[in-house]
């Protein structure tokens, strides 16, 4: 027999006037399958306790995280194998897990899960390199702290001191300290230094021309990288020559958007006019970015001269599907958040070429050949190709087409007569039956631990690892996400 959920008689129920409606919620929950009893707050509480407990006290290390562990946490990855005493940078590690349990504490008041978020912080302290930024593993054993340049003892003299912008690294790391040092009101003074410094050694980063690299160890030299509008080299090699690409402006894994993001959220946090000078700086270089006819998109790196430019082997000169939608939403985002209309002028071309160079399936390819527009792949051997019949399977040679919802925001915005300036702002949330579900769901989920394991291979483990039940750090954030949201939702229910 059906019993009704407590939380509808407690929050919903009272609220319905008339039985017509009452009858019909009834069966709509019925119909979305509700057997299970619904979990009070309490329970979903405890949940998110015990979660947390068996995460802050079993997974981490040092407080930091990798990315996937053996369901026993005999076996640990990153982006590749990791020991016991690594904590990963990179996303989804250290900080989006600390980001979560932030999260959590702000829509909860748990505790446990701000001193988890505090104890990711300070993993990500003692990763912080003297370059400014973090590479994309913490070791915290003393003999491989040896190795590189940290900023906090102990570290290595003349070891490893890359900052790399590269996948969100450094930019998630700063984000979640800032948000961080803004929720303890600067009262760490090893979390605000961290800030501090890592924001500094940013601004320096930055060329004349508004772009960043890849990667940096210090101050770019500005004689060196003259500011130009992009344009087509007169021919390019059709292999990779042997030049390092890191030093390169650099739209790829959306190296320069996520640091536009985060100088935005810095100076929302801080109120200091350095930090939107110089992410609006890094707009004016998407502007100069933007390739003449007949291919008015943006190509993934550039050299100093502003011609698109050879990264990996598989990474042509090119003008790319992908990447520039990217750089589209960026502009978009620019505007929203400066109130500049001027970001937005480079997008309809954008648009109109683009979908001029959709695939027969829609998609997109991600390399276009200069100006002649035909597209590119490569051979599993890594060759240079038209043709996409042998394409390696660790890349993504086509891309979806978002076009659609680009031009559609595109079009609001373009169709007021000014843009008002967006501030960060709480997201709300409602106990809706969808919420109500996926809560169920997490809880129900959960073993005796506290821990969510899921059907699974460890990546980088080898053909012949035993594994096949993980614990993902993915999965544990946007469970800790909805534990939390539930329990917040709950709490804004009862007190209406």
Not at 39 to 50: I, Q, V
Not at 191 to 216: C, F, M, T
Not at 275 to 293: E, N, S, W
Not at 303 to 315: I, L, Q, S, V
Request: with cysteine; aromatic share 10%.
């Amino acid at each position: 027999m059906l019993r009704t959920p407590r939380n509808v008689t407690q929050f919903i129920l009272p609220r319905l006037r008339y039985a017509g409606i009452l009858v019909l919620i009834v069966g709509l929950w019925v119909q979305a399958g509700f057997a299970a009893e619904t979990p009070t707050r309490s329970e979903a509480a405890a949940a998110l306790d015990k979660a947390v407990a068996f995460f802050r006290s079993q997974v981490a290390t040092e407080g930091g995280y990798l990315w996937r562990y053996s369901a026993d946490l005999a076996r640990r990855e990153g982006e590749g194998r990791a020991n016991d005493v690594t904590a990963w940078v990179q996303p989804p590690g250290t900080p989006s897990v600390g980001e979560a349990y932030l999260y959590a504490y702000q829509r909860t008041g748990s505790e446990p899960c701000m001193e988890a978020a505090l104890a990711a912080a300070y993993a990500l302290v003692f990763g912080q390199l003297t370059s400014g930024g973090w590479d994309y593993r913490i070791c915290f054993d003393p003999s491989e702290r040896a190795d590189y340049a940290y900023r906090i003892a102990p570290a290595g003299e003349g070891g490893q001191n890359v900052t790399t912008l590269d996948d969100d690294v450094t930019q998630s790391a700063v984000r979640f300290l800032v948000r961080m040092d803004k929720q303890v009101g600067g009262g760490s003074t090893l979390i605000h230094d961290a800030v501090a410094y890592a924001l500094e050694s940013l601004l320096k980063a930055q060329y004349p021309n508004g772009a960043w690299p890849q990667r940096y160890s210090g101050p770019p030299n500005p004689d060196d990288f003259p500011v130009r509008a992009a344009s087509y080299p007169e021919s390019w090699p059709r292999s990779r020559p042997k030049k390092d690409y890191r030093s390169y402006y650099t739209f790829n894994d959306n190296t320069i958007a996520d640091v536009i993001v985060t100088m935005l959220d810095a100076a929302d946090a801080y109120d200091d006019e350095r930090y939107r000078a110089a992410a609006k700086k890094a707009g004016d270089f998407i502007l100069l970015a933007q390739m003449p006819d007949p291919q008015p998109a943006w190509a993934q790196q550039y050299d100093a001269d502003m011609h698109p430019a050879w990264a990996r082997k598989f990474e042509p000169p090119s003008i790319t599907g992908l990447e520039s939608q990217g750089v589209m939403r960026t502009l978009l985002t620019l505007a929203r958040r400066t109130g500049n209309a001027e970001y937005l002028k480079p997008i309809p071309k954008a648009i109109s070429y683009l979908r001029s160079s959709r695939l027969p399936d829609g998609r997109l390819a991600r390399f276009y050949e200069l100006k002649s527009n035909t597209p590119l792949y490569f051979t599993k051997d890594y060759k240079l190709t038209y043709s996409d019949d042998d394409m390696p399977t660790h890349y993504g040679f086509k891309a979806s087409c978002g076009l659609d919802a680009i031009e559609a925001e595109y079009d609001e915005m373009a169709s007021k007569p000014s843009i008002e300036v967006e501030k960060p702002r709480p997201r709300s949330v409602r106990l809706t039956t969808e919420l109500v579900e996926r809560a169920g769901e997490v809880i129900r989920a959960m073993d005796e631990r506290g821990a969510w394991v899921e059907k699974s291979r460890l990546r980088y483990h080898g053909d012949d690892d035993p594994t096949t039940e993980i614990i993902d750090c993915r999965t544990f954030s946007a469970n800790l996400r909805i534990l939390a949201d539930y329990i917040a939702a709950c709490g804004a229910e009862s007190q209406r």
